[in-house]
């Protein structure tokens, strides 16, 4: 089957949660606070299927105060849905939402102006256009496509679910390497306890055993479900749940699940980030579903305007090359970046820059020369996928 995972954005009450119901009749608010409030509180998952494509949905909350819940939803967008009201038009949570996806790389949005029955024409097309201009200075965001929409208008949702069947999935590094954070926890009589995540590298399949690396324990796999249905086996992208051998009071959101072998825990990383940000500035520090209090240490600026900064970390992390993050301090986004060397190095500053180089280049070649000069006794190649995103052929090719 053809999936892509296809989530929401955009400022509280612009009608994300009552477009997906529009789309699938789905509920997203199910929760008394969030039916009593009138707001999405937690991500919500469902999906839409016709023939042989399965649009897997996640709903992110628009409410300023939940923004680390948007980013560990957003993380595994395929393609965004950004819900724009006509009548309020953009306000600052999208435009917070906007940044996010730049940040995480998900390059690819489908601009739908919301609530039409309640705007004229000049002033739909206003929205739009301002909508357009704005994301217009993120150069990595591209429009695909934009629909003005009403659930009052059969018609325009019907225009707007036929197009979703066209979405790709996002061209991802990683290979067949499973990393999936955990974002739910719970328990279901017969089956005992379940976890969800989004699978974005990889596949699982029922029998297999699975390394959550933060308790340093192996789960084995009692039986995958993709919306409600018995699978044997998931294949990214999808959203994925799994029933574990494991007691529900060890497992937390945030927590990654892959195989033995393949990460080891650090509490530094270096990145490249661009945004606002101070040496010695306390940060959260916001990847996958997983959030860590963090230090930033400023080791270098770069012609590009980005900088090279060390985080350390409050508590273990589980990194790998290339992976996308999200600054927060004092609860708004403050910028992002990449992650370039995922794992604590014994290189001084002046040769920690010079391998920073190397990998800002993907000149892993030299990379690996670097390494070899700091670890007298040689270091696996198994890290390799973890250090640099390579498989253990390309990265035997580079040795």
Do not use: W
């Not at 201009?133 to 934009?146: A, G, R, S």
């Not at 937390?252 to 990383?269: D, P, T, Y």
């Amino acid at each position: 089957m053809n999936s892509v995972i296809i989530g929401t954005a955009g400022h509280i009450d612009h009608g994300k949660t009552a477009l997906i119901k529009a789309l699938n009749g789905f509920e997203g608010d199910r929760m008394p606070s969030e039916k009593q409030r009138g707001i999405t509180i937690d991500l919500s998952f469902s999906h839409l299927r016709s023939g042989d494509t399965n649009v897997a949905f996640i709903d992110v909350p628009g409410h300023e105060n939940l923004v680390k819940t948007m980013i560990s939803g957003a993380y595994a967008f395929d393609a965004a849905m950004l819900v724009v009201a006509a009548d309020d038009g953009l306000m600052p949570q999208s435009k917070e939402h906007i940044q996010i996806l730049s940040l995480l790389g998900v390059k690819s949005v489908i601009l739908c102006i919301s609530k039409c029955d309640l705007a004229d024409d000049a002033r739909r097309s206003e929205v739009a256009a301002q909508c357009r201009e704005y994301i217009c200075k993120f150069k990595n965001l591209q429009i695909l496509n934009t629909f003005f929409i009403s659930i009052k208008d059969p018609a325009s949702i019907a225009e707007l679910k036929n197009y979703l069947f066209n979405i790709k999935p996002a061209q991802r590094q990683g290979g067949g390497v499973v990393h999936y954070y955990i974002d739910r926890v719970f328990s279901l009589k017969g089956l005992g306890t379940i976890v969800t995540g989004s699978l974005i590298n990889g596949a699982i399949s029922k029998g297999e055993k699975l390394y959550n690396c933060d308790l340093g324990k192996i789960f084995n796999v009692k039986s995958v479900q993709i919306h409600d249905e018995d699978t044997p086996l998931a294949q990214a992208p999808n959203r994925v749940a799994l029933s574990l051998d494991a007691k529900t009071s060890e497992l937390q959101k945030g927590q990654i699940l892959s195989k033995k072998g393949f990460f080891r825990g650090f509490n530094e990383a270096d990145c490249t980030f661009s945004g606002e940000i101070s040496h010695n500035q306390d940060v959260l520090f916001c990847v996958g579903s997983k959030q860590s209090a963090a230090k930033a240490l400023i080791l270098k600026e770069l012609p590009s305007g980005e900088k090279l900064v060390s985080f350390k970390f409050d508590k273990t992390m589980f990194l790998k090359f290339d992976e996308a993050f999200v600054l927060i301090s004092d609860a708004r986004v403050i910028g992002g970046g990449r992650v370039l060397n995922p794992v604590l190095e014994p290189l001084k500053k002046a040769g920690k820059i010079l391998f920073l180089a190397s990998l800002l280049k993907h000149d892993f070649v030299e990379a690996f020369s670097i390494l070899k000069e700091a670890h007298k006794n040689g270091f696996g190649i198994i890290s390799s996928y973890q250090r640099f995103g390579l498989s253990h052929e390309e990265a035997v090719d580079v040795a």
